[in-house]
T-cell receptor, first 115, second 112 residues
Framework: EAEVAQSPRYKITEKSQAVAFWCDPI?????LYWYRQILGQGPELLVQ????????DSQLPKDRFSAERLKGVDSTLKIQPAELGDSAMYLC?????????????FGPGTRLTVL | KNQVEQSPQSLIILEGKNCTLQ??????????LRWYKQDTGRGPVSLTI?????NTKSNGRYTATLDADTKQSSLHITASQLSDSASYIC???????????FGRGTSLIVHP
């Protein structure tokens, strides 16, 4: 069964350092999402891609976060510089289309700890 | 503001027992509501999706209900198993935005 791949699974960094997360969606899925999930809370959408284009990044802290999906397949989320409050699970999800009822398939996430 | 509130925050039950999780939302106009199961350290997995015209949907031992008038949904788990231990998240779409609104989840622990 096809799955969304993410790496690394765990990342520990010191504040002010740069970190990057990678996501490979299910083959053929045009829509890709990055979420941030703070412990004990639901996921919060950071950015949505349709193919290589950003559809929505209104909740992405653009002073330190950036995301790209250059060839419309895999994607990278970067944080520079990392802050203590960035400690969270970063989830990537993909869906075949961007429709309202289209199922999002989530990857296992990257657990980030900022010291 | 679109909001999704889930209760209880956490729940502990014995294996074999039934339980019901609640989800109240303020999202309007309503498009659809999903229940996700999230195992510890894993991404969420969709259990059910319900649109406005549906008031009940089952997926094995999971049954979701929807009352669009009162803006409430419930997830009923029958004959719980140890593998049901997870966080259950309610997600609502609508409110004039295609960005889904996530609840904080209910943490369920099933004890043997």
């Amino acid at each position: 069964e096809a799955e969304v791949a993410q790496s690394p699974r765990y990342k520990i960094t010191e504040k002010s350092q740069a970190v990057a997360f990678w996501c490979d969606p299910i083959s053929g899925h045009a829509t890709l999402y990055w979420y941030r999930q703070i412990l004990g809370q639901g996921p919060e959408l950071l950015v949505q891609f349709q193919d290589e284009s950003v559809v929505d990044d209104s909740q992405l802290p653009k002073d330190r976060f950036s995301a790209e999906r250059l060839k419309g397949v895999d994607s990278t989320l970067k944080i520079q510089p990392a802050e203590l409050g960035d400690s969270a699970m970063y989830l990537c999800a993909s869906s075949l289309l961007a429709g309202d009822v289209d199922t999002q398939y989530f990857g296992p996430g990257t657990r980030l700890t900022v010291l | 503001k679109n909001q999704v509130e889930q209760s209880p925050q956490s729940l502990i039950i014995l294996e074999g027992k039934n339980c019901t999780l609640q989800c109240n939302y303020t999202v309007s106009p309503f498009s659809n509501l999903r229940w996700y199961k999230q195992d510890t350290g894993r991404g969420p997995v969709s259990l059910t999706i319900m649109t406005f015209s549906e008031n009940t949907k089952s997926n094995g031992r999971y049954t979701a209900t929807l009352d669009a008038d009162t803006k409430q949904s419930s997830l009923h788990i029958t004959a719980s198993q140890l593998s049901d231990s997870a966080s259950y998240i309610c997600v609502v779409r609508g409110g004039g935005s295609y960005i889904p609104t996530f609840g904080r989840g209910t943490s369920l622990i099933v004890h043997p």
